[in-house]
């Protein structure tokens, strides 16, 4: 398996990853065009765009790459809402007002304990609410890509539409009772590890202060 971060230094600062396996691959939050990549994935196939959360800045490119290829959107039902509503995806705010609507047959719900494999490997979908009501986990081996729900020692923000920083608590309480070790692929900032965080990040570290009370 092959993972590469691309940012996007020059608007919002969000990762985009793409994820390869057997010449297969998937694009986890479209924010860069397709140019800036091809040399680098030119011998593979694509087979989806993954959505963490229906906020703009981590799709600014979706509409590039469904127009050159026949991928289909993997994102939560809340989501789909959002992409199609600038006010509620947040475009008319910081960009020219976005609308994308996505037909039938282009896209699939994904919820929780949802497995879809590509290549060798199983992308598994882990609802993590609290950014954001539509905001999903990806889970592909070893890595979770976390998008706005947890980053290197901090989290996302809870006071946009749909946010909710009780709900966001009990995402990351599900993040910290994980047994396994896990590298981590936020949506912006450093990649980090799940122990990491659990030791360093002061909304992860409550937790062991409440259960060893």
């Known amino acids: 398996m092959i993972i590469k971060k691309y940012t996007d230094f020059s608007r919002f600062g969000a990762n985009m ?8 691959a998937i694009i986890i939050d479209p924010c860069i065009s397709y140019q800036q990549i091809k040399k680098d994935w030119e011998e593979y196939s694509w087979d989806y765009i993954v959505i963490t959360h229906g906020h703009y800045d981590h799709f600014t490119c979706l509409s590039e790459y469904l127009a050159l290829f026949p ?3 993997l994102l939560h039902k809340q989501a789909i809402e959002k992409l199609g509503n600038p006010a509620l995806n947040y475009s008319s705010f910081i960009a020219k007002p976005t609308s994308i609507k996505l037909e039938s047959g282009r896209y699939v719900t994904a919820y ?6 590509f290549g060798l490997e199983k992308i ?6 609290g950014h954001s009501n ?13 998008g706005d729900t947890l980053f ?3 989290v996302g923000r809870c006071d946009l539409f749909t946010g909710n920083s009780a709900i966001l608590k009990e995402s990351l309480r599900r993040f910290y009772h994980l047994k396994k070790e896990y590298n981590l692929y936020p949506g912006h ?3 980090t590890t799940l122990l990491t965080e659990k030791k360093d990040n002061p909304y992860m570290r409550c937790f062991y202060e409440l259960e060893s009370k």
Do not use: A
């Not at 929780?112 to 494999?117: A, K, M, R, T, V």
């Open 134 to 146: 539509c905001s999903i986990s990806i889970v592909i081996q070893n890595c979770i890509f976390t």
């Open 112 to 117: 929780e304990g949802l497995s879809i494999p």
């Open 17 to 24: 990853y793409v994820v390869g396996s057997e010449k297969r």
């Open 152 to 154: 290197q020692n901090s």
């Open 71 to 73: 991928m289909r959107v």
């Open 124 to 129: 598994k979908i882990m609802e993590t609410p």
């Open 189 to 191: 900032d450093e990649v």
